[in-house]
Nanobody
């Protein structure tokens, strides 16, 4: 089983920035992603990256969030800028052994491993 370790959550004022990181215990993934869940809402895909570097983003975060992986390819980093209260929620890192494409990457059922989640709170 692959373990995913997340870090970087916290509280910030609207318009601020946060950076989330997720490190996989093993270098065996094809697609990694961040999902988030706000109180009373369903879990939604935020962004995903493939080993090739291809990235996918939810419309609500395009041009504000950027997802990349480090040279070891075991860590992914989500840079979140221009945060708004609507970005508040628990953010989860997820791993898939499949190469996911547009229309697939935001389907939570396609991911087999999940992190514990990290809280992001954006105040007005």
């Amino acid at each position: 089983q692959i373990q995913l370790t997340e870090s970087g959550g916290g509280s910030v004022q609207a318009g601020g920035s946060l950076r989330l990181t997720c490190t996989a215990s093993k270098y065996t993934w094809s697609t990694m992603a961040w999902f988030r869940q706000a109180p009373g809402k369903e879990r939604e895909g935020v962004a995903a990256v493939r080993q090739s570097g291809t990235g996918y983003y939810a419309e609500s975060v395009k041009d504000r969030f950027f997802l990349d992986r480090d040279a070891t390819a075991r860590t992914i980093m989500l840079q979140m800028d221009a945060l708004s209260p609507e970005d508040t929620g628990i953010y989860y890192c997820a791993r898939s052994g499949d190469v996911l494409r547009s229309g697939q990457w935001n389907d939570a059922s396609r991911y087999t491993d999940w992190g514990q989640g990290t809280q992001v709170t954006v105040a007005v």
